[in-house]
C-alpha cells in the first residue's frame, strides 16, 4: 500500500488541557499551554493542537448579562501581551500550533481558532460555523449551553492552509459533528484537520446516557477521517470545570478512520504521533477518489435545504 520511500512523515501532537477554572488567570493557563508546548517539542512533534476556548473556563455553561462580564471572556488582541510568550516559544522550538480562544472583532463575538506557523506567525483563522446550544436559558435544563448567545456564526468559510509541511484546515468542537465540515476541506485536498473542543458530558437538555458522548465524539472524527481521506488531530478541554464535567478522548486519528493514539486522563497530556501523509493519497486515488466517484447532481438538497422537508420522490 504505503511503501518507506512514498513515506510524508508529519510529527502531530495534541495537548488536551485538564479543567480551566473561572479564577485562572491567563497567564496561568499560558503558562500550562507553554509545558504541554515543550513536551510535545520534546517528542519531536512539529505541529501541536491545543483546545477550543483554551484560555478560559467554557464560560457559555453561565447566563450573562452584564457585557463587561462576559467581554471578560474575550480577546481582543492575538497575540496579546499574555498569550505573546506562547508564539516566541513556538518560534523558538520550530513548532506549528492550532489555538482556540474567543474572539473579540470590534462588536462581535466570534469562538475562533488560528493556525500559528513554525516560524511563530498566524497563518490563518477560522470562526465556528456551527454554533451549537441555545441563545437563551433552558427553564429546568441541568446544565446550560448558550453558545449562540455569545457567539456569531463563522464568517470565513472552512478554508485549508497551505503549509511546507501539509494542508491544514482547522474546525471547533460542535462543527466535527457534521460532514458538511470535513467534507468542504476535503474537497481543498486537506491533509491535517485540526480540532479543539469542550464537550460537556452531563446532561445538555436531553437525557442521553453518558458514555455516548465519547462514542459520538470518536464516532465523529474516525468517520470524517476515513470519508475525507485526511488526518484529524483533536484536543479536548476537560475535566471538571466549576462543577461540570467535560470528556477527555483526545486522540489522532489516521485516514484509516483508525484511532492512533487517544488520551488517558482528563487532565493535562500530551500525545503524539508520527502521520504517513501519504496515506491520505492512497485513500484519494481509490476509495474515495472525489473527481471519479461523486455526482454533485444528486446532492441538490444538500445546498437548497436548511431543515429536512417533504420526501423527493413522487408518488
Ligand atoms: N460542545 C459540544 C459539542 O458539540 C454538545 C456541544 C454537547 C453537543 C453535548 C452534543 C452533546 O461537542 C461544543 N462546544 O460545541
Known sequence: MVTSSTARKLHL???????????????????RLLELLKDAASRG???????ELALTTFF???DMDDSAEIRAFFETEMPGPETRPLFDAARELSVGFYLGYAELDGDRQFNTSILVGRDG?????????????DAATVSGAALQHLEKKYFAVGDLGFPVWETPDAKIGMCICNDRRWPETFRVMGLQGVDVVMNGYNTPSGYVQWNEPIHLRM???LLSLQSAAYQNACWIASAAKAGVEEGSPMIGGSAIVAPTGEVMVRTFSEDDEVINFVCDLSVCEYYRANIF?????????HYGLILE???????????
Open 13 to 31: 501532537a495534541v495537548a488536551q488541557l485538564g479543567p480551566v477554572q473561572r479564577a485562572d488567570s491567563r497567564k496561568q493557563v499560558v503558562l
Open 60 to 62: 457559555p455553561r453561565w
Open 215 to 217: 462514542h459520538h465524539h
Open 289 to 297: 477518489n472525489f473527481a471519479a466517484h461523486r455526482r454533485p447532481e
Open 121 to 133: 506567525t498566524i497563518l490563518g483563522k477560522y470562526r465556528k460555523i456551527h454554533i451549537p446550544g
Open 45 to 51: 512533534a512539529a505541529w501541536v493542537t491545543f483546545p
Open 305 to 315: 435545504r436548511t431543515g429536512a422537508g417533504a420526501p423527493l420522490a413522487r408518488p
